[in-house]
């Protein structure tokens, strides 16, 4: 085609494309490329500044980027947004933190749930733990795993700040004088 931009009579935009009403009508308001090579969008900022693309469900406070994808120059990392705040963030070395800033390669935490269940894990430097189940209650029975079968607890790693319990059912590996 010899065109190399079309707005058509719905206000749909192609770049490198003549019928960008072709595509999904939720995501054809702007269709960039054709069959053929390679297509791209490049978003260039200052290296003191962000590249950023949001996704707004109003024109007031976080409605205006309710959802994002940002690349900070100044912190050299990628962020991914939902609900107006960072969910997801890949720094320059390629740690990533889900929820929480990166920590050594790998860190996740989730929002406690409603019965004040929380996930947290950290992958620190090599030679050191690959994984740490971390509980920051100060007092009483600290439930750091629990296995589940249809909502109903079926065994746990607890500790009430001083020792461990492994709770589950009968295990004749953990008996003394096992009687056939």
């Known amino acids: 085609f010899s065109e190399s931009m079309r707005i058509d009579s719905s206000g749909r935009v192609g770049i490198a494309n003549d019928t960008p009403g072709d595509f999904n009508a939720a995501a054809d308001d702007l269709v960039i490329g054709n069959s053929t ?44 947004g939902a609900g107006g705040d960072d969910r997801v963030i890949i720094n320059g070395v390629g740690e990533v933190g889900i929820n929480t800033a990166p920590v050594g390669t790998v860190a996740l935490s989730v929002t ?35 296995f589940r079968i249809d909502n109903s607890t079926k065994g746990a790693i607890t500790s009430d700040g001083s020792t461990t319990t492994y709770a589950t059912s009968s295990d004749y590996r953990l008996k003394e004088n096992i009687n056939y």
């Open 112 to 146: 406690a749930d409603s019965s004040n269940h929380a996930t947290v894990i950290k992958s620190v430097s090599a030679g050191f733990a690959s994984a740490i189940v971390d509980n920051t209650d100060s007092s009483g029975t600290r439930n750091f795993i629990s």
């Open 37 to 80: 090579g390679n297509r791209g969008i490049t978003i260039r900022s200052s290296d003191t500044g962000s590249g950023n693309l949001f996704f707004a469900d109003g024109t007031t406070g976080n409605q205006l980027f309710r959802g994002y994808v940002q690349y900070n120059h100044t912190a050299d990392q990628l962020n991914l």
